[in-house]
């Protein structure tokens, strides 16, 4: 489900609207590689919402069979958002167990972590796994993880409160601060608005089902990123819609890719890769990887 390959987009240009409002500047289907598609990457819109860097949607009847093996991470944090199914999973912080529909894994792998994830049992497997990119002070940090059943996961009208802070209610994901991500569902017709926080000026939204109309434009199973701005997001919808949505501060430094791991210097990386190669070492002499 992750990796650190860029993806192929299907980008069309948006005409902007007349009037100060936020609109859509750029849309994108992303690559689907196996059962997951990579909505963005480092390699392509990545580096435009940065600290998000990486998005994943997943949607696919399971059979129980191991899908994500243990690999390792430094550098970003990711989060797991599981709609359907069940997700067994396992970290070298000692956390173990299965999520079910519903739940958030919030994983920062900071100066280095293995885990893995695979479906439990069969049946539909839906959800989304984002990765952002970690503040200077967060990038060699020891790794953390928390895994949020559903009850967890606070919820404000339409929207489920994944990372961060949307009208008065506070995610337990310990995020770093500067950034939103909702998942929100709504009915035919209906109208909702976003007010983003100040400095939150980076703005996304994918939709996996229905559409949204966002400014003039209809948005549906794609992604559409929002011109830079404070203004209020405005979407109206079309039929039963589902869709997630991001907003934060732009992260101020480059992004420094390796095999596995991003992080804002080259320093940094070093450091990063020499704990996950130490990590790795230690999963081998236990027969856990090869």
Known sequence: MDNLTSSLHAKRPVTAPQGAQRYVVQRATGHRHGPVTRIFSPGDIGHQVKPFVFLDYFDFQATGGAMFPMHPHSGIATTTVLLSGALRYEDTTGASGVLAAGSVEWMRAGHGVWHDGSPAGAGRFRGYQLWVALPAAME???AQSQYLPPEAV???????????RYAGVQSQALAPEDLLFLHVRLSDGERWRLTPEAGHDVGW???SAGALHVAGTRVANELAVLNESGAEIDVVAEGATEFVIGTAVRHPH???????????????LVRGEQEISRIGEQL?????VR
């Open 154 to 164: 606070p919820q404000s009208g339409p929207a489920r409160v994944i990372l961060g």
């Open 254 to 268: 480059p992004l420094v890719l390796g095999h596995y791991s991003v992080h804002t210097s080259d320093a940094a």
């Open 205 to 207: 939204l994918h939709v």
């Open 140 to 142: 060699l940090t020891p």
């Open 284 to 288: 081998r002499a236990r027969g856990r």
